[in-house]
Every structure is written in C-alpha cells, then in structure tokens.
C-alpha cells in the first residue's frame, strides 16, 4: 500500500512541476514537449488507478497526435510566446484561483481516494455493469461494453465530435493554394538520411498491424476503435514526415480521406439505423441477432468500433496533412 | 414508428452531415440540410401533439433502461424548444441557400452544411436527453459546429471571433464536465432523473455545492448571461447572415433550456434557489445585462453588431423571468424564449438581405436605405418594434407576461430596470429608422440604386434580392405578429412547460 501512494505522491508532484515549467515557458517547442511529459505521467497515474484504457488513450492522443498537431501548427507561427503585460494577468489570475479554490472546496467531501463504499461503488448500475454485462453482452472487458453498448449513444456523440473537428479544419484550411515545387526544402527531407528512412520502412507495417490487434482485441483487452485509429493515422504521419507530405498524399490520398472521414460516421450511425429497422431500439444490438443476443451485441459492437477506427484515423490523418500542407504552401 | 420518434428527431439531421460531406455537392448538401430541418419539424410536432396531455415519453438508446443506459425524455418542459429550433432550422434552410452563395467560398458550402447539420442535431440532441453526461456530448458537437460555422464569415475577423468564442466556450464547456463529474462522484449516477432522486439526501455536501457552481457558470457563459457575454457580439456579428440567424434564435435559447432542466429537475429548486441564491444572483445579473445590453446597443456604428448587443440584453428578460421561480415566471421567460427567437432571427435575416445588396450594414452606409428597399426596412421596423415591445407585437406579450411575473413576486426595482431597457430599445431602433428612413440616401446607397435601375433595363430579376430569402424574413416577421395578436399557441406551450418544470422533482 505505502509503494502506491509512494508512486501516486511522486506521479503527481512531477505533474504539477510539469504544469508550472509549461506555465513558465515562453519557448512554445519546449512546453509541447512537456504537454507530452505532462500526458505521459497522467497515462501512469491511469495506469495506476487500474483505467487501463482510458491510460491507452491518454499516451496515444495526449502524448501522440497532439504532440504532433501542435508540432505542425508551431511550424507555421511564431515559436515564442508573446509577452502579455502583468496588469492583464491578474483577471486570469483570479478566476484561476477561484476555478481552484471551489475545487479544493469540493474535494472535502468527496468520497476518500481508494475507498470501497462510495456512492459510484453503492450504485446498482456499476453492480450492473460489473456483473450483468458478462451475461448480457458476454465479452470479458467491461469498459468496451459499457462504452460501445450501455453508453454506444455518448460514444456516437464522442465520434461525431471527432467528425465534426476534421470537418472544421478541412473547411477552415482545406483550400490553400496547391504547393509549388520550387517552395520545398529539399534538404528537410527525412528520408535522405538511410537509417531513418529503413527504420521507419520496416516499422510501418508493425504500426498498422498494431492499430489493427488494438481495434479488434478491445473486446478482451484494453483497446479500441479511438486508440486504433490515432495509431494507424500516426502511422501515416510517420510516413509523411519522412518521405514528405507528397509522398503521404499519394499513398493516401485527400479524396481518400474525405470519403472515410464520413463513411466511419455513417456506419455507426447505420447500425443504429439498422437496429431500428429490426424493430429495436436505436443502437440495440440484440436486435441484430433476436436468437442469441450475446452473438448480436458482438456483431455490434465490432462494427462500432470498426466505424471509430476509421473516422479517427481519416480525421487525424487530414487535420494533420492540413497543416502540414499549409507549411508547403507557404 | 411513432415509438421512434424520440430518436428519429436527433439521428435525422445527424444521419444527413455525413451525407453532406461525402456527396460534396452545394445543391445536394442544401437539401439534406433541409430535409434534416424539415424531418426534426414534423417529429417535433408529432411529439409535441402526444405530450401535449402531459405525458412523459421515455425512450431508452440501445435498449437499455434508465440508468444503465442513456434516455431520451419528451415532456412539456423540451417540446416548446425542439419545436422552436426545427421551425428556425426550416425557414433559415430556405434562406441559407442564396445568401450563403453569396457570402462564402464556394468550395466550402457542402461542409458548412454539414456543420449546420451537425449543429442541428448537437442542439437538438441536448433538448431531447435525459442523461447528463449525453447532455455535455450534445453539446461539444452543437459548440464545435458553431465554432466553425462563425469561422467562416466574409471578412478576416470572423476568424478571430471565432477563436475567442472557442477559447471561452470551451473554458464553459469544462466547466460543465467538472460538474457533471463531481455530482457523479456523489451520487454513482448520470441519469438526470436518478440524480433527482439521489441528491436530495445529501444537500450540503461541498462537492454537490461546488458541483451546482461548475455547471451553472459554465452554462452562463453558452447562454451568455451578462458578464460573460463578451464573446456574444463579435461572433453573431462576424458569422455569415444564414449563421446569425440560426445561432441568434437557438443557441443561447437551448443553453437557457439545459440551464432550467439541471435547475429545475436535476439539482432542484431548493438547493439551486434556495441555499445557493441563484435567484437574487440571476435577478441582479439580469438587471445588469438589460441596461448595459440595451447601452451598448445604442452606441453601435453596424447593425450586426447592434442587434447582437441587444441580445445581450434580452437575455437578461429572460434570466429575470425565470430568477421569479414562480409558474408565472417560468412562463414568462418561456415565452420570452420564443418570441424573441423569431424576432431576432427575423432581424438578422432582414441584415442579411441589407447585406447582400449593399455589402455593408454599417449604420453610415445604411442611410436613407428606406427609400430603395422599402420591404426590407418594413420588415426591420415591424421586427424592430417588437424588440421594443410595442402592444400587437409578440415583444408586447412576452414582456407583459414578465411584468405581471415581476409585480405578483414584488419586484418593483427589476421591473423599473425593465422599462429602462425598453426605453434603450426605442433608442436604437428608433436610431435605425432615423437613419434608413430620414437621412439622405449614403453614396453606397446611391450606388446600388443606380446598379439597380441600370440592371433593370438589362434584365429585370437580377438584381432583385432573391425570393426565398425575402419570404423566409417575412414568415418570421409575419410569425412575430401573430404571436403578437393570437399568443395562444406560445402560451400553451409556455405553461405547460412551467408546470412539467415545477411538477417534477423541485
């Protein structure tokens, strides 16, 4: 016992000086390296807490893609933060530290850390989830039904939030002029440089077999569509940032991208549909399989997952070439 | 099928997005948009028809009951906003078409109108649940579609506007998820009505105070209660026409909604009112947003941003109605909700045409615009007496029904500041109607005059503002009259959702 809180004392100090430095820094390089820190311990601390996918996908789009995005988007503005004068600091100030202080408040009666009596634990739907979902939805990972099947309605919403960003940024940066050849840098090119360029040839394949063992063992482990998809369109950014972003778009695409950003969507959203049909509820995978409701929920819920993987990646996959894009373009 | 319906109103527009993007063409993205406004329509109606009796319709996703699974709730307190926003979201389909032709690249038309699909559904999504947790996904999508939307006005600042919007609606965003997550720390709950039932035993816990504090300052700032207003100008104004006028009648008035479902039937009046005092600081809040709302409205050189500050001040009618807690209040500030969504839309949609045919609604470029549109500045006056809230308009109505809530509760000083904001409303669109009407016609004016002359001898029609945007502005300023001469249909509404308010939980 004293280890863990050993562990969880020492997790969080480094978290909060990771929090201070990024506050501190005005080198925005720096502070996206240490958001990544920052992720990277919040990760450990899932881990810790036994939220294995919820640490999964913490490391893969806190400490991944978004490292990545920020990346692009520090390539096409200035690196350093500018300097904003005291006297405007002070009303951020105050509503920091009464953001805090009411948090601080309400942490006194909260349930105590690690406690087997609270309410979250009392309530019959966590009984339910923990031991009903094996019978009613029979895979061994409670945290795959309870997402994709009790809640499959928020992780609809959570999709279309995801489809909804890649349509804005597609909207917003899509249409910059085409890049003209003289423009790029012929010396940034990654893949000059022969050890770079083999390895990440031979790990591209193992990249996007991994995204493919996430996707379809997030029934037995931790894994799933979200994870699935940020690994496989981080497999694309890999791609592009060695070989170059005309060498990613032929592999993959623009058109491409625009025709799975929606299909994703449109899957998760025609299984419900078809549920409806079958005469269930929206998104009532029984309804898929009325003789045994355990081969249904299955059925539905790879295909949810499926559906997320593919919509996750397009859309990781463009918001990044977008920007990347514009940096050619420049 | 009609078990369906609850689902149906939100999966429609939701289905029709993907759709937008894949088919990627103006004319086919246009009419999913319109399908999917017509399609949420008529379920709201159909909904509205069975609950109008009182009953409560309960519709399980995945089919699994509340609280295991996620619920859909239709009762008399959200048939009045679902209705409100699918009849907005039709009549600005119509309007969309030409005035976003007119105003955006063309290139980006097909995903716009996925985004305004997307922000049907995301507000039409949040109206419908009955889980909290459901509620804040509703709403990122409704907040991230409008982010974008607004993005993508004419001119640069747009941009920024947007921005400052997304930065402080995603601040109000985590806020919310704060909330939510500390009232399920206590409670091992997300479903509204479980919460209902659970927090009552455990009033004065610090976590559900602080809890109550999260959600409600977050849902301030989406409704834009005054000193959290700042983002509110800058994005209706920047927003393309067809945008304004969408946002302006639903967003705020859905936040307003979601804001009155957690106080009402989630956390409860006697705690959100009664230790809390939410409704003294509603009330004082409120008086402040009338008068610098309506202040600020005066001192504007640009119509968009004119009535976009007088919104701000609207809003604060709204949140004095229902600070009352009493039926005649709630009543009231429904009833506001309404009718100043159709008088809102019907002002920018009018913006809009005075947009597209001089490319300016600059007040110095306005001048004398009576005399070449004298439809569009009819329409203007007639919505615009309605803000001020002259008898025989639907402004009269809502703001009578609020003074009658403010002088049965005793609140004298709310209704003094009340009348002084009315009195700042005459200002600014006595100040519009000064300058379209009596000012000699502005060189912008002159100019599209002669265009207009000069094309008519070319080709009669093209000049001429394009019919469906000029009859979905006059359906709106038609509807705000009748709801000004035959409020029946608003006030069925209106006090059949104060009672399904006050009747459950409470």
Redesign the interface.
């Known amino acids: 016992m004293s280890t863990f809180v050993l562990m969880n004392v020492s997790l969080f100090a480094i978290l909060i000086a990771t929090a201070l430095a990024i506050t501190r820094l005005r080198a925005l390089y720096e502070a996206t390296m240490l958001t990544a820190l920052f992720s990277l311990v919040s990760a450990s601390l899932f881990v810790l807490l036994d939220a294995v996918d919820v640490a999964f996908t913490e490391a893969a789009v806190g400490v991944g893609i978004s490292t990545v995005l920020f990346l692009g988007v520090l390539a096409l503005t200035r690196s350093r933060e500018a300097v904003t004068p005291r006297h405007r600091l002070w009303p951020a100030g105050f509503v920091v530290l009464l953001?805090g202080g009411?948090?601080i408040?309400?942490?006194?009666?909260?349930?105590s850390f690690g406690a087997a009596d609270?309410?979250?634990?009392?309530?019959?739907?966590?009984e339910?989830?923990l031991e009903e979902s094996q019978h009613d939805i029979g895979i061994p990972n409670t945290v795959t039904s309870v997402l994709a099947?009790?809640?499959?309605?928020?992780t609809l919403?959570?999709l279309?939030?995801i489809?909804?960003?890649g349509?804005?940024v597609?909207?917003?940066l899509?249409?910059a002029p085409r890049p003209r050849e003289h423009l790029v840098h012929r010396e940034l090119i990654l893949a000059d440089y022969r050890i770079v360029r083999v390895i990440s040839k031979i790990l591209m394949p193992f990249i996007l077999v991994f995204a493919f063992y996430v996707l379809f063992h997030g029934d037995y482990g931790p894994g799933g569509g979200f994870q699935a998809g940020v690994i496989f369109a981080s497999g694309f950014v890999l791609y592009a940032l060695v070989f170059g972003l005309d060498g990613a778009r032929q592999v993959l695409p623009q058109s491409v991208l625009?025709?799975l950003?929606?299909?994703g969507?449109?899957l998760y959203?025609g299984v419900?549909?078809a549920n409806?049909l079958l005469g269930?509820?929206?998104?009532?995978?029984?309804?898929l399989n009325p003789g045994d409701p355990e081969v249904g929920q299955h059925a539905g819920i790879l295909l949810v997952e499926t559906a997320i993987g593919i919509t996750v990646a397009a859309v990781m996959a463009a918001v990044f070439f977008s920007f990347a894009g514009r940096r050619l373009s420049r | 099928m009609t078990a369906q319906l609850p689902a149906l109103q939100v999966i429609i527009p939701l289905l029709c997005a993907p759709f937008c993007v894949l088919l990627r063409s103006r004319t086919i993205a246009w009419l999913l948009f319109l399908a999917a406004a017509a399609g949420s329509l008529a379920c709201a109606v159909v909904l509205a028809e069975q609950v109008s009796d009182g009953e409560v319709l309960s519709y399980s996703m995945g089919g699994w009951r509340a609280p295991y699974g996620i619920e859909y709730v239709i009762s008399g307190f959200n048939t009045p906003v679902l209705l409100l926003v699918s009849t907005i979201a039709v009549i600005v389909a119509v309007y969309s078409r030409r005035s976003l032709a007119a105003e955006v690249d063309s290139k980006r038309i097909p995903l716009l109108y996925a985004c305004f699909c997307l922000n049907l559904a995301g507000l039409l999504g949040i109206v419908a649940t009955g889980d909290a947790f459901n509620a804040f996904v509703f709403l990122e999508i409704a907040s991230l579609s409008s982010y974008a939307l607004i993005a993508m006005g004419r001119r640069r600042r747009a941009l920024l506007a947007a921005f400052q919007y997304l930065v402080v609606g995603s601040i109000g965003a985590i806020f919310i998820l704060i909330g939510i997550g500390l009232a399920y720390g206590v409670t091992g709950t997300l479903n509204m009505a479980d919460l209902a039932q659970r927090l009552p035993e455990i009033y004065g816990n610090r976590a559900l105070s602080a809890s109550v504090i999260f959600v409600f300052v977050g849902l301030a700032i989406k409704m834009a209660v005054f000193p959290l207003h700042s983002w509110l100008p800058d994005a209706y104004a920047e927003a393309p026409s067809a945008v304004s006028t969408f946002l302006a009648a639903t967003s705020t008035k859905v936040a307003i909604y979601i804001f009155l479902r957690f106080a009402f039937t989630v956390f409860g009046a006697t705690l959100v009112f009664g230790t809390l005092t939410l409704d003294r600081i509603g009330l004082l809040l409120a008086c402040l947003a009338m008068v610098i709302g309506s202040g600020a409205a005066c001192f504007q050189s640009d119509l968009k941003y004119l009535l976009a500050w007088s919104s701000v001040a609207q809003i604060g009618y709204i949140v004095a109605g229902f600070s009352l807690v009493t039926a005649s209040g709630l009543e009231a500030a429904y009833l506001h909700v309404i009718n100043h969504a159709v008088i809102k839309a019907a002002l920018f949609g009018a913006a809009g045409l005075l947009l597209l045919r001089l490319g300016s609604v600059r007040l110095t470029d306005l001048a004398g615009f009576g005399r070449t549109m004298p439809w569009t500045f009819a329409a203007i006056v007639l919505a615009g007496l309605g803000l001020v809230g002259i008898p025989l308009t639907a402004g009269f109505v809502s703001k009578w029904a609020l003074a009658m809530a403010l002088i049965e509760d005793g609140q004298g000083l709310v209704l003094a500041v009340m009348l002084v904001s009315s009195l700042l409303a005459l200002v600014y669109v006595g100040r519009v109607v000064e300058i379209g009407w009596f000012r000699e016609p502005s060189p912008v004016i002159a100019a599209s005059a002669v265009t207009a002359t000069s094309a008519t001898s070319r080709s009669s029609t093209a000049e001429r503002l394009p019919r469906s945007m000029t009859v979905a502005t006059w359906t709106l300023v038609l509807l705000s009259l009748y709801f000004g001469i035959d409020a029946t249909l608003p006030a069925t509404l209106a006090e059949s959702a104060a009672t399904a308010l006050l009747g459950s939980g409470g």
């Open positions: 953001a009411t948090l408040y309400a942490v006194q009666d909260l349930p609270t309410p979250v634990q009392a309530h019959p739907v966590t339910t989830y099947s009790y809640r499959g309605y928020d919403g959570e279309v939030v489809f909804t960003a349509v804005a597609l909207m917003l899509a249409h625009l025709w950003i929606p299909l969507v449109l959203v419900g549909v409806m269930g509820a929206f998104l009532d995978y029984n309804s």
